[in-house]
Structures are given as C-alpha cells and as structure tokens.
C-alpha cells in the first residue's frame, strides 16, 4: 500500500457500476480487507448506485447517451486494521461500457482516460456471466456468406477495372472497393467484436498502459467474473478459470499466456443471487445488503468469500 | 476586395473604373483575385487540424517492419501464401481463426494475437488491409497501408501441453500472384525468401473439372518456377487444394506437378482443406487446418555427433584430437 492508484474496466454490462456500490459499502462499512480511509469527495454516483442495492434492485445500465458520464468515483483505501502507510486509491475512470467499445474500435482513447490508465500499477477487469450484451465467437454460419460476397464483389470490381484500362500495366492489386468506414463490413453492417476477443484487446491496452516498478514486480490484473451467482451450481464449483476456458477460450488461451502481466480470475456476486427474481428479493430483505455478496476464487471454488473487497486487495498487495 | 490591374495607370483598384473601358470582372489585363473564383496564387495556409485524441497501438495487420521487430524478439514461423485470386487464401485464414476462437483446432490453444483486430475484420469480409482507409482516418493511422507491402497476420498458438509456435501469415491480394507469374513482379514477395514454408493455394472445385485442371495446374508450375529463381534454396511448398467440402480432388491431377517438383529436389507435400461448408459433410469446415499447420513445423535438424569418431590418423596435426576419451575405454 503506497499511494498508487488502480483502475476498473470492462465492457458494457459488465457488471461494473454493481460491483463499485457493493465495494463502496464493504470499504465504508469496514467489513472487509480494505477500508476507506475518509469518505471520498463525490459520491453521488456511488451512492445512487447503493441506493439500488439497498432496495433490493441491480443497478441500472448508465444511459449510453451520457458522453461524459458521472460515473467517476476514487476511494482511498488502507488495510483494515493498518493505520500507517499511505492509502491506496481504487479508481474507476469517468466512462461507460460504450465508450471502452469505442476505445476497442478505433483505438483512440482521450487524454484524461490515457493518463489514468498510465498511472495506474494495477486494474480490474470485469466480465459479466449471461450478459446479453456478451457476443459470442464468430462461426462459419456467420462468415462464410460475408466472404462470398466481398469476392463477388471484388470480382466485379476488378472486371469493371480490366475493362476501363485493358491489360496495360501491371495490377497492383488496389482495387478500390466502395468507401466504407472503418469497422464495416462491405454489405454496411458494422463488424463485430466477440466479447472474448474484447477482452483480449482489453488485456493489450492494460499490458501497454499500466507502470511498472522499475526492478519491481509485474503490474497485477483481477479478472471479475460478476454475476457468479447466475451459473449453475455445478459449474461454479469448478472455479473462475474454467468458466472463462469454456465460454471464453482465446481469452483463457491469453491469459495463461501472458508474461508481462501477473493476473488471477475471481468470480464475485453483488447480491448472492438474483434479485430480479422475487422469491430471492424475499430471502435478500432478511439478511440485506452487507449479509449478501460473495468472492470465488480458482483455490477455493466452492467456497463464498463474504470479503468484496479480496479482489482489489490482491491487486493492491506487491 | 482590391481589384487590380496589370495595366499602368489603371485605377479601378480604387474607382472600379477600368481605364481601357472593359468591364472590370472580364478586362484581359485584371489581376485575378482570389475572392473570384480563381485559385489563389499563394496557396491558403492549411486548415488547423481538429484536436485529435491520442491510440493506443492497434491490432490491424503488421507491416514488415512491424512484423521484422516481432521476428528480433522471438523465432517467427514465416509462412509464404500465394495462390490466384478466389484459390481460397482467405477463407484458409479466417478457418483457421474461428477454429482457434473456438478451441477446436485439435492440439493446439490460443496463446496470443498482435492483430486480433484484422483477424476479427477479415473474418467478417470487411476491409482488407490493403484497401484504401476514407481519407478522413488517414491521420489516425500511424502507419497508413501501402499497397506496395505485405501485410501480415500473427497468431500464436500452443501446442500441446508447453509448446508454443509463434505464426507469420500474409493475407496477400490473389493479383499479386498474377502479377508475379505474368510480370515477375517481386518486389514485394521479397519476404518469402525468408519462408518457413510456402503454401500455395489452388481451388479444388476449378480441378475437380477436366476442363479447368490443366490451367490451374500449369499456372501452379510457373509458379513454382518463380518462386525457384527468387528463392533458390527452396522452403517446404504444399499445395493446398481448397473447397474439399465439394469432394477430393484424385491424387492423379497433381502427378505432372508433383513429379516435376521431385526431379528438380523441391519437397512437396498436399494438404485438401475445406475451409467452410456443411457441418454435416464427410469435409466439415475445418477440415484439413490442422495438417496444414502441421506443415509449418520447423524442421529439427537431425543430431549430428560433435565429433565424428574416425579413429587415428597417421599424421593427425589436431593435437587435441588425441585425447579424446573414447566411450569404447572407459
């Protein structure tokens, strides 16, 4: 713990603006691992999400209009019980889902998000389990037809060619095909990006981004599978990383992989089950907010850690 | 807004009035001035650029220089594919791709991609990396596509339980083949002398037809034949016959080539794949990538013993030679 800062990240529908209400009430509430050190200075944000909570409801998606969202929210945090030493801050940049998409899209990122990803020794990454937003990988069904008609189309394009210069020259092969933006496809849809494959880009900006110690250890990375309580029993005793090796295996593929980061899955439920659901709102109003809520780790599967907070500590512990 | 003249003593820069009596806006000796239509004879100062947030770096096709640093840094298999437009180089790419997205290319996982991006497109039929970007993104690319340069895709894959094999795969245009057969236009296959291995693609519906299989057979041995002179010491080649879904293509189809290739010394093997079809189909798509990876292996080279063991020799000058300790006296 010495003044760093980290970040949270993902995709939209993650889980994200959840799991921060929950984190802000496990730091204030001082029950777990890390404790909030004061109480930050804007917490609308945080707090409005909590209020969801406390009433039994998932927060709501953020408007996607909202450019300039005011879902920024920095936590000081320390160990529970460790008054010495300088606080580390939890930071979750001003942006939505939808704008991390368009980060993924164009690469362009603004100032302001480039500076704290730069800053920033460690981050989350947070992928929600049966979002409906989560797209899935691409199949033949999908694609053969896609190049079929891009061929067709260059076959045309390069007769139409042929035939305004005859054989003179020799092809270079810059057909020009018709102007389309970057991202779509040549029938104008827009191309898509599998969550997996999102999430591998993700992990590329965070390897590109996050400082590292000079002679130190490797920046850490948690990777959040948010809404746990959703999988089958029987899954979710195998633990984090298979589910993602099953759903997502290129991303699991990356991050076995991956050298220059240090990274560890986690699954974590907000709520300890679905509170769409009225029969578990019932069960929820009885034990509230601070009696629900649990973390999942690939050494204990089957184990609910009551702790929010384990996941951003370990992120924070060098 | 001044009108001029060229003529002396004309005032009609401050009266309007043209001393030879013509109209000031079509008088011959008039200065043309910019506000009229008329380019401007110093060019206007460019417009200031419109504040551009800052990339991360992006995951479309490497350019050599992109993909030489990768080969600096760890061992690239750098793999030649060539073969006529519509051979199926593509859809042999994009197969290979969403078997990996989907862990279904037996033996091997996903380890890592610098161009998932491009992979992603491609897949999709969106633009290749050739293709001209609309000129307003120009300036957000640091490197704008050249069409004079590969382009190159890179995947790497572990094998098995520890190995991992890091891939160079080129999406070339199919006219860059022509080009190279009917022009020998080079330039840019320079690259493929340093191949791996070279696969070469040939359309398996065009040689399942009697009538179409001689030209593709001949244009593949022209092929060869420039590959021969630009490389001279020759890498693997397969010949990869795509569309197996629509059947086999019989082995008697490729004698001439594969004959022809044994007597100059080439190595010359046959991969059928079928990259997209019918999941219910003896060919499923898929079929074949996983040998045609196989192919990619680099070759270990057989283990020669350090020294050879030639007994004594009458006038051996190599002094140390003679204190080998042989295994035979031990």
Redesign the interface.
């Known amino acids: 713990m010495s003044g760093k800062t980290y970040i949270l990240v993902g995709g939209p529908d993650c889980g994200k603006s959840n799991y921060i209400a929950r984190l802000w009430e496990a730091v204030r509430s001082k029950t777990g691992t890390l404790v909030a050190t004061i109480t930050p200075k804007r917490i609308k944000f945080v707090e409005d999400a909590l209020e969801h909570l406390l009433m039994g409801e998932f927060v709501p998606r953020s408007s996607p209009d909202v450019e300039e969202s005011k879902g920024s929210f920095e936590v000081s945090l320390r160990r529970n019980g460790d008054a010495t030493g300088p606080p580390s801050d939890i930071i979750v940049p001003d942006v939505t889902g939808e704008l991390w998409k368009k980060t993924l899209e164009t690469s362009e990122i603004p100032q302001e998000w480039l500076n704290s990803l730069q800053s920033a020794s460690g981050a989350l990454l947070l992928v929600r389990v049966g979002s409906k937003l989560n797209e899935v990988a691409l199949d033949w069904v999908t694609c053969a037809p896609l190049l079929r008609r891009r061929a067709k189309l260059r076959g045309r394009q390069e007769e139409e060619a042929a035939s305004k210069q005859g054989k003179d020259g020799p092809v270079d092969g810059s057909t020009a095909l018709p102007e389309t933006s970057a991202g779509e496809t040549d029938a104008g849809h827009a191309v898509k990006i599998p969550t997996q494959i999102a999430l591998c880009e993700f992990l590329r900006f965070l390897e590109h981004g996050l400082k590292s110690e000079a002679g130190g250890s490797r920046p850490r990375v948690a990777v959040l599978v948010t809404a746990w309580d959703r999988l089958d029993p029987e899954k979710r005793v195998q633990g984090p990383m298979a589910y993602l090796r099953k759903e997502y295996p290129m991303f699991a593929g990356r991050l076995d992989d991956i050298e220059t980061l240090e990274v560890k899955t986690f699954g974590v439920s907000v709520a300890s089950g679905d509170l769409d659901d009225p029969k578990y709102k019932e069960e929820f109003y009885k034990k509230g907010l601070h009696g629900a809520g649990y973390v999942v780790t690939d050494e204990q599967p089957a184990d609910f850690l009551p702790d929010l907070t384990l996941p951003v500590s370990w992120v924070m512990n060098t | 807004m001044a009108l001029g003249c060229t003529k002396d003593n004309c005032t009609v820069a401050d009266t309007g009035i043209c001393i030879a009596e013509n109209e000031a806006a079509t008088c011959p000796f008039r200065i043309k001035t910019p506000g009229e239509g008329e380019p401007a004879e110093t060019p206007e100062p460019p417009l200031s650029e419109p504040s551009?947030?800052?990339?991360?770096?992006?995951?479309r096709s490497l350019t050599p220089e992109a993909a030489a640093k990768l080969m600096a840094a760890r061992y690239q298999t750098l793999v030649g594919i060539l073969g006529d437009?519509?051979a199926g180089k593509?859809?042999a790419l994009?197969?290979l791709f969403?078997l990996?997205?989907?862990?279904k290319l037996p033996g091997y996982?996903?380890?890592?991609?610098k161009t998932?991006?491009a992979f992603?497109?491609i897949?999709?039929?969106?633009?290749d990396w050739?293709?001209?970007?609309?000129p307003e993104?120009f300036t957000?690319h640091t490197e704008m596509a050249d069409?004079?340069k590969p382009g190159f895709l890179h995947l790497?894959l572990?094998r098995g339980e520890s190995e991992?094999i890091d891939f160079l795969l080129p999406d070339?245009?199919?006219?860059?083949s022509?080009?190279f057969i009917d022009?020998d236009?080079n330039e840019r296959l320079q690259f493929l002398r340093g191949a791996d291995v070279i696969w070469i693609m040939m359309d398996g519906s065009r040689l399942r037809q009697a009538s179409m299989r001689g030209h593709v057979v001949h244009r593949t041995q022209l092929l060869i034949s420039r590959l021969r002179e630009l490389i001279g010491d020759m890498p693997p080649l397969v010949l990869v016959l795509s569309r197996r879904d629509g059947g086999e293509v019989p082995s008697s189809v490729l004698a001439p080539l594969t004959e022809e290739a044994a007597k100059d010394g080439l190595r010359v093997s046959v991969v059928q794949i079928a990259s997209?079809?019918d999941?219910n189909a003896e060919a499923k798509?898929?079929f074949g990538i996983v040998e045609l990876m196989e192919t990619c292996r680099p070759e270990v080279p057989e283990l020669l013993p350090t020294w050879r063991d030639v007994g004594p020799q009458p006038d051996e000058v190599r002094s140390m030679m003679r204190y080998r300790v042989r295994e035979q006296q031990s």
């Not at chain 2, 551009?52 to 995951?59: A, D, I, K, V």
């Not at chain 2, 070339?172 to 860059?176: K, N």
């Open positions: 551009q947030n800052p990339t991360l770096p992006h995951s437009p519509d593509t859809g994009v197969s969403l990996i997205s989907r862990a996982s996903f380890a890592d991609s998932l991006s992603n497109e897949s999709q039929g969106a633009l050739d293709e001209n970007d609309p993104q957000q069409p004079r790497r572990r991992k070339l245009p199919g006219e860059w022509q080009s022009e236009n997209f079809g999941e798509p898929g």
